[in-house]
């Protein structure tokens, strides 16, 4: 019998106000994240991938935001589940950092200027581990060390501005890694770097993963990154999750009209013109708010009169779920 996921979000709506009133970016959002697997999230920007990563991290701004629906199970290490969603602030502070970790999108922004990278990963220790100021700071030199940082003695001594743009995110990954968390979010960690760069974080949080076993969910707009390291795919359109399967079947037979155009967005599948010069297939318009109906429908070529008027139910196929009037058909 299997055992019960790591991280199960369902049916989670998180609302923001505004001048203009409320608006909810996040609706009904479901998936589910295991031990030693890397559940990819992706989407276009706006879709909703950061702000339900915020929501489980209890980032959200509270003056400005609430979570107006869903749970947020977690399963934690002693065995008992935690409601994310309707935890306390203690509670959050305790599993924040020691159980779940979160990877940010920009070091830079996200690193304390004014402490060294090893005074930051050294606290983090002390808070959760308990550790000594010595025992810490063997820990940062280790952890930096881990990450593939050369000289991490010298290098734990370094201010974030001393780094580099891949090396302040292997710091940030050791800075997360640093009390062995049970549950990683990586929010778009290779997105500001080069290609060579960006193979080699991909290679290290993977290796990370099988090393401790930790699930990992991973948010990027890459589906190139998603096919290198993700077990399990959840595609994001609109604040609503439109599809989710296994990596290898949602690529090789998608079935939401959305995946279908964000595959087709590849350069691989570009197709030639008269001049043999390639000729991308971006997909039509813009991400808009829903009104009615489905989110997607303005820019399908598929749609018919009433996916602008009635919402699509999500519906269950084959170990995948899929939210589209007409997916069968489509497919």
């Not at 409601?83 to 970790?101: K, N, P, W």
């Amino acid at each position: 019998m299997e055992s019960a996921p790591l991280l199960e979000i369902t049916d989670l709506s998180v609302t923001f106000r505004g001048e203009a009133g409320e608006s909810t970016p996040v609706r009904g959002v479901s998936l589910s994240v295991n031990a030693n697997e890397t559940h990819a999230v992706v989407g276009e920007s706006g879709s909703g991938k950061s702000v339900t990563s915020l929501a489980v991290m209890g980032l959200l701004p509270k003056a400005s935001s609430r979570i107006s629906g869903g749970a947020i199970r977690y399963r934690r290490r002693d065995g008992l589940t935690s409601d994310l969603a309707h935890a306390s602030d203690g509670e959050m502070r305790r599993l924040r950092g020691a159980e779940i970790a979160m990877i940010f999108q920009e070091p830079m922004t996200s690193l304390n200027p004014v402490l060294t990278i090893g005074e930051q990963i050294a606290e983090a220790v002390r808070l959760h581990l308990g550790y000594d100021r010595a025992r810490a700071k063997a820990r940062a030199v280790e952890m930096l060390a881990l990450v593939e940082i050369p000289d991490a003695a010298r290098r734990a001594d370094d201010y974030p501005h001393h780094m580099s743009g891949g090396m302040r995110q292997r710091a940030m990954i050791a800075l997360a890694m640093s009390c062995n968390p049970a549950l990683l979010i990586a929010d778009e960690p290779t997105t500001a770097l080069d290609v060579t760069i960006q193979a080699q974080v991909l290679k290290l949080i993977d290796r990370l993963r099988l090393e401790t076993g930790m699930g990992v969910l991973f948010i990027t707009h890459n589906l190139g990154v998603v096919a290198e390291i993700a077990n399990r795919v959840s595609v994001f359109y609109a604040g609503e999750v439109v599809e989710s399967a296994e990596k290898r079947p949602l690529f090789h037979a998608p079935r939401h009209p959305y995946t279908r155009a964000l595959l087709d967005c590849l350069p691989a599948r570009a197709k030639r013109d008269e001049n043999n010069r390639r000729i991308l297939n971006p997909i039509p318009g813009q991400v808009a708010p829903v009104k009615a109906g489905c989110g997607f429908a303005p820019r399908c070529v598929h749609a018919r009169a009433w996916c602008h008027e009635v919402a699509p139910a999500l519906e269950a196929e084959d170990g995948r779920v899929i939210r589209c009037h007409r997916w069968q058909e489509v497919a």
